[in-house]
Nanobody, 126 residues
Framework: QVQLVESGGGLVQAGGSLRLSCAVS????????MGWFRQAPGKEREFVTA????????YYADSVKGRFTISRDNVKNTVYLQMNSLKPEDTAVYYC???????????????????WGQGTQVTVSS
């Protein structure tokens, strides 16, 4: 049974930082690209960033480029999202997701991901 468990969300002031973690079990983690998505109240879920199975390739939404950094530790089976210079518009529930097929490059397409975490709330106050 594949499980993704996010942690690290919380309340932070604008300009602050948070680091999200997503621990994966039940799958050979190192073979699969991973992604982060977010969903704000009343809005559709949107792509944030993704990382290749090796960690050598990353892909960011324009809205977070230069502020957020995705990374992974294939020994700890964990993917991270370092979020700096946070803005109120970053407020959302953040989800990690695992690609359905191994060895693929990172993608923003939600259809490419078959396992999702439960989400962690990030709230940025102005």
């Amino acid at each position: 049974q594949v499980q993704l468990v996010e942690s690290g969300g919380g309340l932070v002031q604008a300009g602050g930082s948070l680091r999200l973690s997503c621990a994966v079990s039940g799958r050979t983690f190192s073979r699969y690209a991973m992604g982060w998505f977010r969903q704000a109240p009343g809005k559709e879920r949107e792509f944030v960033t993704a990382i290749s199975w090796s960690g050598g390739g990353t892909y960011y939404a324009d809205s977070v480029k230069g502020r957020f950094t995705i990374s992974r530790d294939n020994v700890k089976n964990t993917v991270y999202l370092q979020m700096n210079s946070l803005k109120p518009e970053d407020t959302a529930v953040y989800y990690c997701a695992a690609d359905r097929s191994p060895w693929r490059p990172p993608t923003q397409s939600m259809d490419a991901y078959d396992y999702w975490g439960q989400g962690t709330q990030v709230t940025v106050s102005s």
